[in-house]
């Protein structure tokens, strides 16, 4: 192997969580691959959700949505947004139904239908609260009607509506029933101008879990889909995801210091006796979050040992205090780690990176850089989230 650092993605513990949230949530669900899969890669994990039983795959872009439609997978998809002069013609050919959050946006899309000569299928948002995509207040009833009249006139279907929740995961934000009500009041204009759509949707992976009015006909699951517990590594863990990116990497250099030695830029950080300090060959462009210095632990040597100083571009550095550590050594930088977090040691997660750089775990996951080789281990059983030891 040549790569300086692989994230491993088992395809058997994406399989898992669909099947574990399909269990809890007892609805259909949609495969949010956008971000290349949370940097998963899209297609293989669409793959997998698809033929553990998800019925649906949610992208954000036309070139995601058309990249999943390029590798053959026919099954249904939403992808939700666009430039108002998006090319939305190739969208209604690839049979991609379009989420639609302004009535710019509709006449456009029934403009593409009505010179590719096929009807849109499209799918309403509305804005319940996030104040991000959708359609709040006037703008609601607006594009409700327009797309009423376009299906009347035959250009549009509208197959479904839906919205996404602020707060599902914590509190502090407009609050999931306050959403949840505004939500009904939308379901019912819509229907009030004569719209019937199949599909309404509602829930992320956290509302999937836990909110259980939430869930309508589908829910959309990214977190939960790649095995991180959405309510966070202090969360309840009580979901049993199967985290399913392992970051490895290797020892590349190795050193023995005194006392007194400054590590990395700055130097932030000053050894404070005799240890071994270990080089790993990954940095922030490779994903490791600067903002994690002086928290982030990597698992080496059968234990966790602390990254020192500054994370660099390229590069960082371990304290292996004085474990016998010698180059060539595997590192696990984060994978399935153990229930009981970092004090009971185990493999670090991601939800443990995310907590030490002050950020989620999907920018964590986004973030993991084109340099790091992906490695895809088909149709093997899930890794168990407690009790890893490092083969
Ligand atoms: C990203 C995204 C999701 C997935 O959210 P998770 O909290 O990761 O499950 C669902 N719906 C929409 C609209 C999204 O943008």
Redesign the pocket.
């Given at each position: 192997m040549s790569a300086l650092a692989e994230a491993e993605v088992a395809l058997a513990a994406v399989a898992a969580n669909v099947d574990t949230v399909t269990a809890v949530a007892g609805t259909d669900l949609m495969a949010?691959v956008?971000a290349d899969g949370f940097g998963h890669g899209a297609v293989p994990v669409a793959r997998a959700a698809l033929a553990a039983g998800a019925g649906w795959l949610?992208v954000?872009s036309t070139a995601e949505a058309l990249a999943l439609r390029a590798a053959g997978l026919t099954a249904p998809v939403l992808s939700?947004l666009h430039r108002p002069d998006d090319d939305f013609g190739r969208l209604i050919a690839a049979d991609v139904d379009i989420g639609v959050s302004t009535v710019p946006h509709l006449h456009a899309i029934a403009e593409a239908a009505g010179r590719s000569g096929r009807p849109a299928t499209v799918q309403l948002k509305a804005d319940t609260g996030l104040s991000r995509n959708g359609a709040a207040g006037h703008d609601w009833p607006d594009l409700v009607s327009w797309a009423r009249k376009y299906e009347v006139e035959g250009g549009v279907r509208v197959h479904g509506v839906w919205s996404?929740l602020a707060d599902a995961e914590t509190s502090g934000g407009p609050g999931v029933d306050r959403q949840l009500a505004v939500f009904e009041e939308a379901l019912g204009i819509a229907r009030r101008v004569g719209l019937r759509p199949d599909l309404v949707h509602l829930a992320?992976?956290?509302a999937a879990l836990a909110a259980p009015a939430t869930r309508y006909d589908l829910c959309?699951?990214?977190?939960?889909l790649y095995g991180v517990d959405?309510f966070g590594a202090a969360g309840p863990g009580a979901y049993r995801l199967s985290a399913a990116m392992t970051l490895r990497s290797t020892v590349v250099n190795v050193k023995r210091v005194p006392a007194g030695t400054g590590v990395s830029y700055g130097p932030d950080h000053v050894t404070g006796r005799p240890t071994t300090l270990v080089l790993l060959p990954l940095g922030y462009a490779d994903g490791l979050p600067r903002t994690a210095e002086g928290r982030a632990e990597v698992w080496l040597g059968g234990t966790r040992r602390p990254v020192v100083g500054r994370i660099a571009m390229d590069q960082c550095v371990v304290d292996a205090g004085d474990l016998p550590v010698a180059v060539g050594d595997p590192v696990v930088v984060f994978g399935p780690g153990s229930d009981a977090g970092a004090t009971a040691g185990g493999w670090p997660t991601v939800a443990e990176w995310a907590a030490w750089a002050g950020t989620s775990p999907?920018e964590i996951l986004t973030g993991i850089g084109a340099r790091v080789v992906r490695r895809y281990r088909p149709g093997e059983p899930a890794i168990p989230r407690v009790g890893v030891a490092l083969p």
């Open positions: 949010v956008k949610g954000t939700w996404h992320n992976s956290a959309r699951i990214g977190l939960a959405p999907h």
